[in-house]
């Protein structure tokens, strides 16, 4: 396991005809998703999919409000919170001084005393300064209360790797939050699934930590008719098919979702046909979905932007070999990663860093024993 | 350029003999983000100055007789002898729950000797549904408002009546949504910025706007955390009625307070924050009460954050698992008990308003004894929470699935044993129902 998972990471480099994954993660998914039954021509970036979630949301309930660092005059660092504050005034919507601690603080206190905060971090880096309030506070004070106290507030912001940032901005958290009972945690990937994974967030009863990325927000993708609902809620906890195969399964969350459905792409012009499950939540994780692909498909394939060790792959990998779907596995699971370095700045190694689409279908064959 | 010439000019430079003294406005123009006046001098100033620092603020003196001057809260007889039951009350319960826990049946337990003063006369001055965010020794907070000694117990032994944690927490980790005291967090200073958002929170809520406030206790250990001054910035720049009390009783566990600040204590920060600050005498109840009156005042009239900080001595150890022996001398904590007893100080001052007596002493203190021994004795005789409580709470809502799949394993095993398996069936008799709730 070791060897494979070395010559994974290594792979690219020996690969000089890949494509840009910048210039993939701008791809505009318009009519890439052959599934899509709507016949209308809506469409959404991410960014504009989380301020209406938010919006809707305030609009709802009284009790919803944000805060976090640049929020509100300037619109939040990445826009996302962009004309919210004059929506719905300073009160709602909350510049605070520059302290992770400080304010994710305010915002659980806030929950704990009835409020439904969406606390915004600049980066999910930058959440580290406050995981205590995240994880012992937030994720743990309606255990520890006997039920008296429960902390209803959604910490959001991007995660994982952005582009040119270096290794202290371009982690991906996910398996930290994940690890936590008593947290919920959320990483979409589509408008669709921002938009109504976040409201689903602020509804929820828990904490929870809504994983996105910056490097999506400018993305735009289709929206059904029942996604522009003010109504529209996804479910935290199950996954979604995106593409239906039968040789083998992607398993990919984020941005990891567009190298996968392209992956799936390229492989279908070869006649593999791999299915796509967006994981869209990695706790509670959805491993049922993900076990009757794998019976299906007999083939496993993990794709994640966070590093390998003791990752969302390692735990999918392992519940998988621990379930029935062990026995219908052909070829040993496979977990494509980030590699096990820090994050370098330089754009040609940063670039190696991360699987793309190339690594992907490499992967793939690999699995299905095919060489090329 | 302009700066420095104007600045030559400004001969009459006032001197600096405290950080917050008021000078000469003539140049304040050319900073954009000050009104600090434009001095010539090279003058570098600190929180102490010389021998100078911030005063205590006091209203009895070692005697329990009123410093001249001084004006009492308003106090009568019934209200200062429920001040000192309260009082009281604490250093009882203390006696038992510490040598109950070195008889090994609790896992651990903090007195609160010494600091009695600052913990009631906090809870009077404070309205009975402000919210309170304590530390962990802040008990008399709770016992004020009427929180039973059966609950304290039942927390304490994790027992069936256990409705602040139902058993999950350690003791003295109280909480108690109808007494408005919020959930007891073993990390340290993670209430403090809560404390900023629940007051939020109040001013957000109409019923509760200018009516209501977040107290909040930590020790001056605590106050070295990030928490503290990410917590106290919050609350006076996104303004919500916080009132800070600090209980400075001289040690974080064995570190003694001169080691965990080089300024002049923890009031000497609040200025820095741009909220109103007292030191106040924390063995003296009276100085307390008033202190903590007009700090929760100036909260509700600014709406922003006030902090107190209430000068005491612990005269316990920090826990059960400190010895403070270790690390400083008999001698000194007798000696402190001896000469500065807040119990002692307010029990002179009410002799002296023949409020108080020996007679009533003495029949306090065999009923306080008598009520802590009787529920400490129930306590003991309660079953735990039902076995089902194991899987509940972790999440609100619809439960996830590796949950109920953790509660159908046990439910299997017990079929399976729970009958016919001696330790497992006198195991599960300590439970409420003997965890047939999960059965059924």
Redesign the interface.
Known sequence: MVSRLALSRLAPVLNVARASSSAASRRVFRGARPYSTTDNDNTMTVRDALNVAMEEEMLRDE?V?I?GEEVARYNGAYKVTKGLMDKFGE?RV?D??I?E???????????????R?ICEFMTFNFAM?AI??IV??AGK??????????C?VVFRGPNGAASGVGAQHSQDYAAWYGSV??L?VVSPWSAEDCKGLLKSAIR???PVVFLENEMLYGTSFPMSQEAMSDNFLVPI?KCKVEREGSDITFVGHSKMVSHCMEAAEALAKEGIKAEVINLRSI??LDI?TIIKSVKKTNRLVIVEGGFPAFGVGSEICAQIVESEAFDYLDAPVERVTGADVPTPYATNLETLAFPDTPLIVKVAKRALYRTN | MIRLELAAVSSAAPTFSRAFSKGSSRYRQLLPTTNSPIVSNLDFFNSIQGNEQIPTYRILDGVGKPLQGAELPEIDREFARRLYENMQLLPTLDNVLYNVQRQGKISFYMTAHGEEATIVGSAAALELDDEVLGQYRELGVLLWRGFTLDKVMAQCFGNEEDNSGKGRQMPVHFGSPTHHFHTISSPLATQIPQAAGVAYALRRTPSRRSRSIAACFFGEGAASEGDFHAGLMLASTIPSPTLFIARNNGFAISTPSTEQYNGDGIASRGPGYGIDTIRVDGNDILAVISAVREGRRRCLEQGRAVLIEAMSYRVGHHSTSDDSFAYRARAEVEDRKRVDNPITRFRLFMESNGWWDADAEAELKTRLKVDVMKAFKRAESLKRCELGELFTDVYGGEEPWNIREQRKELVGLLKKYGEIYPPWRNELAKFKNNGKDLLN
């Open positions: 009790t409000f805060l009160k909350v605070t001084p302290t601690m400080g304010f994710a603080g305010i915002a659980v206190g806030a929950a704990l005393q009835g409020l905060p300064q205590d309030q012992n506070s004070t309606y255990y520890m209360s006997g039920g008296n106290v429960p209803p009972p008593g919920k929820d009863p828990n906890g706790r509670p049922d």
